[in-house]
T-cell receptor
Framework: AQTVTQSQPEMSVQEAETVTLSCTYD???????LFWYKQPPSRQMILVIR??????QNATENRFSVNFQKAAKSFSLKISDSQLGDTAMYFCAYDTGNQFYFGTGTSLTVIP | GAGVSQSPSNKVTEKGKDVELRCDPI?????LYWYRQSLGQGLEFLIYFQGNSAPDKSGLPSDRFSAERTGGSVSTLTIQRTQQEDSAVYLCASSLVLGAQYFGPGTRLTVL
C-alpha cells in the first residue's frame, strides 16, 4: 500500500531554535514529488517546500530545508530559527502523477 | 485568478437539506481534488479529476456525495440529505499533472 507516515502527532520548539519533523513513505514508484504543507489556524493550506525524487540535492527554502533519503524513503523537514508564525499543522505528502497521498500531520507549537 | 477560490466560505444547513460547494481552480491546472477535514484531523481524500478522464471517486464516503467538473474548470461538490457527521471543512486543490497541489481556503460546513 502507498502510505505516508508522520510519527510525531505533536511537537514543540522554543522560538529561534531548530526543529525537525519526520516523514516516511512507501511507494513502488521511481519518479515522484514530495511536499511539505503548512496549515496554520486560519486553515489555509500552504506549500512549504517540494522535492523531486530524481534530485539528490536536498531542497531548501529560506529557513526550511529537507533531508531526503530516497533509499530509506524518508523525507524530514527542518525548520531553523523557529518563529511564532511557524505554529501550525505540517503535512507531508507525495505525488506519483496518478495518486497524491498525505500524512496525518504533525502539530507544531513554537513557544515564545 | 491568482489562486484557488471556494464558495461559500461558511455554510450552515439543517439536517436533511442538500448543499453545493463550489471550487474555482487555478487557470490551466488540469487536476482538481476535493478533501474533507474534520476539526484537528488530517485530510480525507474525496474525489479527483484529471483532465477529461473519468474521475477517481474512491474516496466518496457515501452515495449522498457527488461532484462534477464542468469544462475542465469549475467543480461543484454536492452533498444530498446532509447529516451531522458531514460537518467539516471541505478543501479543494488544483495542480498540474505532476506537481504541488494549491489549496483553496475551504468551505466550513455545519449541519445542525
Amino acid at each position: 500500500a502507498q502510505t505516508v507516515t508522520q510519527s510525531q502527532p505533536e511537537m514543540s520548539v522554543q522560538e529561534a531554535e531548530t526543529v525537525t519533523l519526520s516523514c516516511t513513505y512507501d511507494t513502488s514508484e521511481n519518479n515522484y514529488y514530495l511536499f511539505w504543507y503548512k496549515q496554520p489556524p486560519s486553515r489555509q493550506m500552504i506549500l512549504v517546500i517540494r522535492q523531486e525524487a530524481y534530485k539528490q540535492q536536498n531542497a531548501t527554502e529560506n529557513r526550511f530545508s529537507v533531508n531526503f533519503q530516497k533509499a530509506a524513503k524518508s523525507f524530514s523537514l527542518k525548520i531553523s530559527d523557529s518563529q511564532l508564525g511557524d505554529t501550525a499543522m505540517y503535512f507531508c505528502a507525495y505525488d506519483t502523477g496518478n495518486q497524491f497521498y498525505f500524512g496525518t500531520g504533525t502539530s507544531l507549537t513554537v513557544i515564545p | 485568478g491568482a489562486g484557488v477560490s471556494q464558495s461559500p466560505s461558511n455554510k450552515v444547513t439543517e439536517k436533511g437539506k442538500d448543499v453545493e460547494l463550489r471550487c474555482d481552480p487555478i487557470s490551466g491546472h488540469t487536476a482538481l481534488y476535493w478533501y474533507r477535514q474534520s476539526l484537528g484531523q488530517g485530510l480525507e481524500f474525496l474525489i479527483y479529476f484529471q483532465g477529461n478522464s473519468a474521475p477517481d471517486k474512491s474516496g466518496l464516503p457515501s452515495d449522498r456525495f457527488s461532484a462534477e467538473r464542468t469544462g475542465g474548470s469549475v467543480s461543484t461538490l454536492t452533498i444530498q440529505r446532509t447529516q451531522q457527521e458531514d460537518s467539516a471543512v471541505y478543501l479543494c486543490a488544483s495542480s498540474l499533472v505532476l506537481g504541488a497541489q494549491y489549496f483553496g481556503p475551504g468551505t466550513r460546513l455545519t449541519v445542525l
